[in-house]
T-cell receptor
Framework: AQSVSQHNHHVILSEAASLELGCNYS??????LFWYVQYPGQHLQLLLK??????LVKGIKGFEAEFIKSKFSFNLRKPSVQWSDTAEYFC????????????FGKGTKLSVKP | EPEVTQTPSHQVTQMGQEVILRCVPI?????FYWYRQILGQKVEFLVS????????KSEIFDDQFSVERPDGSNFTLKIRSTKLEDSAMYFC??????????FGSGTRLTVV
């Protein structure tokens, strides 16, 4: 079955630390990859997405992600986190031909200490 | 920036009652979706809707669930007879193409 794994349930960092959140997906041919962020009490917001081309994708708020096809991974990175990055981060995958439906990972809660 | 609007933000209902969750997608979007997130769990796909009919649904979307686009602007999710396990945050989303969503802020449904 198609699935998305986010291995870190809760990450705690100090401000200015570097961030990397892991995301792996099960094989399923062509994929489109997304990272969403959910700030406390708010809706899901798109951080970045990968459809094709350069596997290093830059998103909003200084986030980037790298698609490594051989590892079925799409890890999210940020060189220096801020307190305002405290949120839950969701990796999501659309498997080609699935009518655009997204399969989400369980999410990683990020807490940034000021 | 255009938004997907969901109402109400929080609904409490008694077990066995019918609920209707409402969504106003972005006006020029063509694809509409419902997802849900049970507390502490991942976001799960329920149903997608295109051209006035369901295009895909998950195993969660059983006969208790239905969707409608009654007037060309609203997109509703109805749960006919709610169960305790239906308690969750329900997200509506819309997109212009088959990928690239805008999500609403969600409706928190509490079944008591």
């Amino acid at each position: 079955a198609q699935s998305v794994s986010q291995h870190n349930h809760h990450v705690i960092l100090s401000e200015a630390a570097s961030l990397e959140l892991g995301c792996n997906y099960s094989y399923g041919g062509t994929v489109n990859l997304f990272w969403y962020v959910q700030y406390p009490g708010q809706h899901l917001q798109l951080l970045l997405k990968y459809f094709s081309g350069d596997p290093l994708v830059k998103g909003i708020k200084g986030f980037e992600a790298e698609f490594i096809k051989s590892k079925f991974s799409f890890n999210l990175r940020k060189p220096s986190v801020q307190w305002s990055d405290t949120a839950e981060y969701f990796c999501a995958v659309n498997y080609g031909g699935s009518q655009g439906n997204l399969i989400f990972g369980k999410g990683t809660k990020l807490s940034v200490k000021p | 920036e255009p938004e997907v609007t969901q109402t109400p933000s929080h609904q409490v209902t008694q077990m066995g009652q019918e609920v209707i969750l409402r969504c106003v997608p972005i006006s020029n979007h063509l694809y509409f979706y419902w997802y849900r997130q049970i507390l502490g769990q991942k976001v799960e796909f329920l149903v997608s809707f295109y051209n006035n009919e369901i295009s895909e649904k998950s195993e969660i979307f059983d006969d208790q669930f239905s969707v409608e686009r009654p007037d060309g602007s609203n997109f509703t999710l109805k749960i006919r007879s709610t169960k305790l396990e239906d308690s969750a945050m329900y997200f509506c989303a819309s997109s212009r193409g088959t990928v690239g969503y805008t999500f609403g802020s969600g409706t928190r449904l509490t079944v008591v």
